[in-house]
């Protein structure tokens, strides 16, 4: 089967889902255009910011004159802590129940105009011990069975304030995603008595076509299965099931590829690059140190240029997902992006 020519479609062995590849849309040469939109002169401080050191927030709380990374709990949280226990189940068809949780931001810096990307590998080093630590505390509390660390990064995803940010919600059931992730990863390990994603980096690192740059602990690769035109995937090379579980060089290792892969997607269409990426890590659950092995999604919107994005919309609201450009052709234009 030729899959750089012929429409197929491709399984997400982690979801069991399928995407529609169309191969074929492609066939003409490159075509994006490179714009080099209005550098945006962010300061290195604004005072209208509500997460920069010193400011007031909406809610009348004054951020401390913070030097290194600065976690609070969200003043708009979608989940709350003592929420009261409640279920209601009409003929299995009006099913809701009560969910309890909290959600925390975390300022990677004080500087205002900094990203992953502009930030020196020693700079990203504590944010990794914040996730990793945040994940720990928030993973022990009562009433609680799954962190979630994520960042929302451009106006394009919704984010509302360019200083380097992320939210970590954390609940007391799984989320979708998590939940199709812990089924399939349950059923291959019964399948095959091993672990889907150790497996699945084997192949890879094997076939050496997705892999768009690794180091000793991480490989940063754009998955078989992509659905977004630039989607990656960044894993762990060693089993471990969280952040808090990786040595001190491996958390050195995850900095540095971090770094690398922010320049990299901010250089592919020279604009600071969009996305909402977010870690995959065990729950509270039994076992689940076993199951779940450490990665982190990356779901750019961008298609072509730096205003040409992808929509998720008719077919693929209604049929399933579809992109054109192949997941082996993403990771050679992300490989081939010289970096600035
Ligand atoms: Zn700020
Ligand atoms: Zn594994
Ligand atoms: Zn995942």
Redesign the pocket.
Known sequence: MDLQEQPHRRYNP?TGEWVLVSPHRTQRPWQGRVENPAAQDEPAYDPACYLCPGNIRANGHRNPDYTAQFVFDNDFPALLPDASAGRMNEEELLVAESERGLCRVVCFCPQHNLTLAKMSVDEIRPVVDTWADQFQILLSLPNISHVQIFENRGAEMGASNPHPHCQIWANQTLPN?PAK?RQSLGEYALAHDSCLLCDYLALEQKHAQRIVCENDSFVHLVPFWAVWPFETLLVSKRHVSGLDDLSERERNDLAAILKHLSRRYDDLFSVPFPYSMGF?QRTSEDGSRDLFHL?A?YYPPLLRSATVRKFLVGYELLGMPQRDITAEAAAQRLRDTPLA
Request: hydrophobic share 15%.
């Open positions: 982690l995603e992730e995959h990665h999604h």
